[in-house]
Each structure stands twice: as structure tokens, then as C-alpha cells.
């Protein structure tokens, strides 16, 4: 495994970067505080992400934790400091969140998760925004946000369009931390892993990807998947023939086209 140390991923003190294989691991690295959430980790899981994406070396990437819990949500300290927030600076911080769930839900390449422990609030929004999740059957996911009387506001717009309206109601409406087998059935994570197994399982699926599917497919495939839904019918369907003829004629779709028809292996 290679540490990046460019200086500003030397800066970083909550999150921790490496690549190794062509997949970029991004680890939320601040288990004394069950990796919780706050302002200065939000800026540098945006600029982990940002660099990832621009990673020539990398085609995947991971996003994980060190320790036994994934992702608490919002840091305490940080909760009580919003109590002295006014509008405009509750507006800028809430804002700062939605635009690093939209940069993961958005990013041009596959972002996998890899749940160790339990994810919860702003933590699960984390493990969901995830294109693909691998998680342990302990861990526990479950927005509490009602419980405390804030609102699990950003995230429902991602889980409307994950798990649909009924599920993602009884996510949020009553705050229950669900098993992870629950959360896989809902459709909210993918896999699941036994401990021992989690990370491997993790890189072999990735290193699987990295080597079978063209890399511009699977971002304009993650485009395609984020624009539809907010398109009606015709709209859609006239948008996904563009892209499908745009594809074929796409240097990929030639050499994979061509690998096919003379039954040779290709390697991407």
C-alpha cells in the first residue's frame, strides 16, 4: 500500500489516503471519536475525494474507517456548537454536507464502501451514498435524526431514490437502527462480509472491476443512472439512446467490441 504524500493530503488530519492496484482507499481516520462528523472532516473527505477522482493511478475507489465503528454522524462537540449557529451559518454548514454527498454520488468513478461497524445518521447517508457497499452482518445502520429533533434532510433525496418512498419512511420516520441483513434486503447496502473476510472481499471485487470493465463505461453508466430519474419517460428514453450511440463509437466500445468477436481476453 502507497501513501500519496502530496502536501495537502499531508494536511489532512482525519482522513487518510492510499492507493495500491489501481484502487484509492480514503479512510475516515478518527476512530477515538467513532470517526464522527464534523466540519473540518467534511472539507477533507471533499478534497480525499477530489484527489481520488483525479488520481491517474486509480480506477476504484474505497472509502472505509479504522476502528470498530464506521461512522457515529455528527460529532458531539460539534452538535452543541450548532446551537449558536444562526440561519445563514446552519445554511453554509448543511450545504458543505450536501455537496460532498453529491461529489460521491456523483464522482466519475465507482465509489465502494466498506462498513466495518456500525453507520449511523450522517454515517449511514455515508455507507448509502456509496454506488456499492460491502458491510459486516453486526453492524448497525439508522438514521436517528427524529430522535433528537433534527432531520435527516439530505439524505432523503439520495434514499428516495435508492430504496423508494415506503422504506425510506420507515428509515426516517422512526429513527430505528436497523441489522445490517435488514439494511441488504431494503436495498440500502450491497454485500455482506464476515469481519475476517471484509477487506479482502472488498479488494477482490474492486481489483475485479479495475480489470474487466472499461472505466469510461462505468462513469457514464454512474451519470446515466444519477440524470434518469429526473427525467419522464420520453425524455429518458431519447437521452439513453443518445449515450448509447455515443458509446459506439467510443474507443473503448471499439477495442472491447473487438476482443469479443475474435474471443480474445481483453484487460482493461
Known amino acids: 500500500m502507497e501513501d500519496l504524500l502530496t502536501p495537502e493530503l499531508e494536511a489532512l488530519r482525519y482522513i487518510r489516503y492510499e492507493a495500491e492496484d489501481r484502487i484509492g482507499y480514503i479512510t475516515l481516520n478518527r476512530p477515538d471519536k467513532r470517526n464522527a462528523l464534523n466540519a473540518d472532516v467534511v472539507t477533507e473527505l471533499k478534497q480525499a475525494f477530489d484527489f481520488a477522482e483525479n488520481d491517474e493511478s486509480v480506477k476504484v475507489i474505497v472509502l472505509r474507517a479504522a476502528g470498530d465503528v464506521f461512522c457515529a454522524g455528527a460529532d458531539l462537540a460539534y452538535i452543541q456548537d450548532l446551537q449558536g449557529f444562526g440561519y445563514t451559518d446552519n445554511l453554509e454548514d448543511s450545504t458543505h454536507l450536501m455537496q460532498l454527498f453529491h461529489q460521491i454520488y456523483t464522482l466519475k468513478k465507482v465509489v465502494i464502501g466498506q462498513v466495518q461497524g456500525h453507520a449511523l445518521a450522517g454515517g449511514c447517508g455515508l455507507a448509502a451514498i456509496c454506488d456499492l457497499t460491502f458491510a459486516v452482518p453486526s453492524a448497525k445502520f439508522g438514521y436517528t435524526e427524529v430522535k433528537i429533533g433534527f432531520l435527516p434532510a439530505i439524505v432523503s433525496v439520495f434514499l428516495l431514490r435508492k430504496i423508494g418512498e415506503a422504506r425510506t419512511k420507515q428509515l426516517l420516520l422512526s429513527g430505528d437502527p436497523i441489522s445490517a441483513q435488514a439494511a441488504l434486503e431494503m436495498g440500502l447496502i450491497t454485500f455482506l462480509a464476515d469481519p475476517e473476510d471484509l477487506a479482502e472481499r472488498v479488494r477482490t471485487y474492486a481489483g475485479r472491476l479495475c480489470r474487466e470493465n472499461s472505466a469510461q463505461s462505468m462513469e457514464v453508466t454512474k451519470e446515466m443512472l444519477a440524470r434518469l430519474p429526473e ?30 468477436l475474435n474471443k480474445e481476453k481483453i484487460v482493461w
Open 231 to 260: 427525467m419522464g419517460l420520453e425524455e429518458g428514453l431519447r437521452y439513453a439512446a443518445q449515450r448509447n450511440a455515443e458509446a459506439r463509437g467510443s474507443e473503448d466500445c471499439r477495442k472491447g467490441i473487438a476482443a469479443f
